[in-house]
């Protein structure tokens, strides 16, 4: 397992770069998002990365956070998401806006990601609830060693009034209300005031 890779940007294209480590160059795929936020041609960088093995193809997978990879390794554990579409709902939505949406139940969110459907998008969110709403999504797979990573403030926001009280549904659906970027203990303060009266 390559954990990560950390090195000067030889190529870089819209779904891939190829970065020099060592002396050696690594082709690596990315999210949309993963690549126009990173460096220009020639500067370092790093991914955090996920070797995929398959029987005609071997392929690395790169990532701006440790979340991010965590999230891709949860949505390809799925029946029917592949690695192609995992990156595609990456390249689509953010690691927070998945988790959010799986929380709220949003198969429709999963649908402006080239490559899934309506069912698709059923399936991703009837097999990822529970670990999302167990606060799970940061953690490490079964197969993996590597230490836990936090998934962002919006989905620790959601596991901490899930555990005040309040259902995952309409956890999420506050928190989606607001602006991801602020820090946990103030999406948690805004949340519980717009859900005023709700407490279980």
């Known amino acids: 397992m390559i954990y990560s890779l950390n090195g000067k940007i030889l190529e870089k294209g819209t779904d891939r770069v190829v970065i020099e480590c060592a002396g050696v160059g690594y082709e690596v795929r990315v999210p949309l998002s993963a690549a126009s936020a990173l460096p220009a041609q020639g500067a370092q960088a790093t991914l955090y990365t996920f070797l995929n093995v398959s029987e005609n193809d071997i392929s690395l997978f790169g990532f701006l956070t440790a979340a991010d990879r965590q999230m891709f390794r949860l949505l390809t554990g799925v029946s029917g998401v592949g690695p192609k579409v995992g990156l595609a709902i990456l390249s689509a ?14 198969a429709k969110a999963f649908t402006a990601a080239s490559g899934v459907g309506p069912k698709l998008g059923q399936r991703i969110v009837l097999e990822l609830k529970d670990k999302v709403g167990k606060g799970l999504v940061g953690e490490v797979t079964a197969g993996d060693l590597a230490p836990a990573a936090p998934v962002g403030g919006a989905a620790q926001a959601v596991a901490a009034l899930c555990a005040l009280g309040y259902n995952q549904s309409e956890a999420a659906q506050a928190i989606t209300r607001l602006d991801p970027s602020l820090p946990v203990e103030e999406l948690v303060r805004l949340a519980l005031r717009s859900m005023a009266g709700k407490v279980r």
């Open 93 to 106: 939505l953010s690691c927070d806006r998945v988790a959010l949406a799986i929380s709220a139940g949003d």
